[in-house]
């Protein structure tokens, strides 16, 4: 490889960083306020109706901040956990067709669909081990619900909730939900799949904009995510957001047979309403953001 053609693949990653950290901000503005009633939903046993009770309760109790609450860590981590998995997928799809395993036999040139969602699976998997305790962070600070005048809250900030878990229960506690992490996120099978069935759809028709097609396709692609994973980002969230001093569940298996003898088959879908309704406008921003920052960048520079 000549000179210029390592540069040309140094700046091409570059340009997945810098395109991906704009799609994970772009993710976290459009969509943090569906995910914090997802995730009260999720938690909270049965002290919301449903998905607008939850809303109205907490803009009547705690504003609009409320449904921002663990927006930080999201806001400064999505951004470079996105840089990471637009890479690792970039690189990953690049790997599968030089080698030619599961390729499109129409266009060899081009990654096929099982490539697009095995690199979706072993990235996601990957991403696990940093957006673990990221994740823990931002669902205990989701459900700290509105206190009495004069009452301290258990966490004045990320910070402090890093802080007092660790102290707690060590870094498996900032590590709890690993397992749940892995599988739910190992399911961008779906997430990336989706996307790149939507965005040939939409690009062989040729009066879709490429722009609306981006958005669409991400909606799409945010939709078949959460249609692949749902129950399993109820369990993490519980074992997230329980005390890890005196723990309900004691790992996934135990915290799927408990959730199942004791609440029922129904509640492995608490929120996914909220989910869905989020993941249409979150996604579609993420995606058109990533493309968008991306084709602004130069081919080399």
């Known amino acids: 490889m000549s000179s210029n053609d390592s540069k040309g693949v140094v700046w091409d990653k570059a340009r997945n960083l810098i395109a991906g950290s704009a799609s994970g901000v772009a993710l976290v503005g459009a969509g943090h306020a569906f995910d914090t009633v997802k995730v009260r939903l999720q938690t909270s046993h049965g002290k919301f109706k449903g998905p607008i009770h939850c809303l109205l309760v907490t803009l009547k109790e705690e504003g609009v901040r409320g449904l921002y609450k663990g927006a930080t860590p999201p806001m400064v ?36 669909i099982k490539q697009v969602m095995f690199c979706g699976t072993t990235t996601g998997a990957l991403l696990a081990f940093i957006v673990t305790p990221i994740e823990c962070v931002k669902a205990k600070l989701q459900v700290q619900y509105a206190l009495p005048p004069g009452v301290k809250p258990e966490f004045t900030g990320p910070i402090s909730c890093v802080r007092k878990t660790f102290k707690a229960g060590g870094i498996r506690a900032l590590y709890a939900g690993f397992i749940a992490t892995i599988l739910h996120r190992g399911s961008n099978w779906s997430y990336f799949g989706g996307y790149e069935i939507a965005k040939r759809y939409f690009h062989k028709n040729e009066k879709v904009p490429k722009s609306v097609a981006s958005i669409l396709a991400g909606a799409f692609a945010g939709t078949c995510f959460w249609l692949s994973c749902y129950p399993v980002d109820v369990v993490k969230n519980r074992m997230q957001t329980q005390s890890p001093t005196n723990p309900k569940y004691h790992s996934f298996r135990h915290c799927v047979s408990t959730i199942w003898k004791q609440e029922g088959y129904k509640a492995f879908f608490k929120g996914f309403t909220p989910a869905i309704l989020r993941g249409l406008p979150a996604n579609g921003a993420a995606f058109f953001a990533f493309e968008t920052v991306y084709n602004l960048l130069p081919d080399r520079l």
Request: hydrophobic share 35%; glycine share 2%; aromatic share 8%.
């Open 77 to 112: 981590a999505t951004g470079f956990i996105n840089s990471i998995m637009f890479t690792l997928m970039a690189t990953c799809k690049q790997n599968m067709t030089k080698l030619k395993w599961l390729e499109n036999p129409n266009d060899p040139s081009q990654p096929s």
